[in-house]
């Protein structure tokens, strides 16, 4: 029984309109990421292509959803807060470390972004191995 629902579950995708923008355990500490997404559809629509595949692991907010993808080292301590274990991010960075997260957030989605508006489809890994070579170069 247990692998069963186990197999179940690892056939959900990740539905973005049935989550939050922001809360859970990033409390909108990231409001250029925010505001990025509320700013055009095709926002939203550059997430979803990219996220498409992504299983749903049941993410609080589509913030958290985010930072979680591209900062995975923070993934069991938003899971630790989901479970009334943990404290909520910004009790666990500082302000030049959020800044941070933030930018490469919005870098990640403006890689999405970019892919999306020129119809290239981009796995989630491959927006993020995309960005960090942007950022090498």
């Not at 629902?5 to 922001?22: F, G, M, P, T, V």
Request: net charge negative; glycine share 6%.
């Amino acid at each position: 029984m247990i692998g069963l629902c186990l197999a179940l579950r690892s056939e959900q995708r990740i539905d973005l309109e049935q989550l939050q923008l922001s809360g859970g355990a990033t409390t909108s500490i990231f409001p250029l990421v925010e505001a990025w997404l509320q700013e055009s559809t095709d926002h939203w629509n550059a997430l979803r292509a990219v996220s498409s595949r992504k299983i749903d692991d049941g993410f609080w907010s589509i913030v958290d959803f985010i930072f979680v993808g591209v900062f995975p080292k923070f993934r069991r301590a938003c899971f630790r807060f989901y479970s009334g274990d943990g404290p909520v991010l910004h009790e666990m960075i500082s302000e030049p470390e959020r800044r941070y997260f933030e930018r490469k957030m919005l870098a990640f989605l403006e890689v999405a972004y970019a892919a999306f508006s020129e119809k290239r489809r981009l796995s989630w890994s491959g927006t993020f191995e995309l960005m960090l070579a942007l950022e090498v170069a």
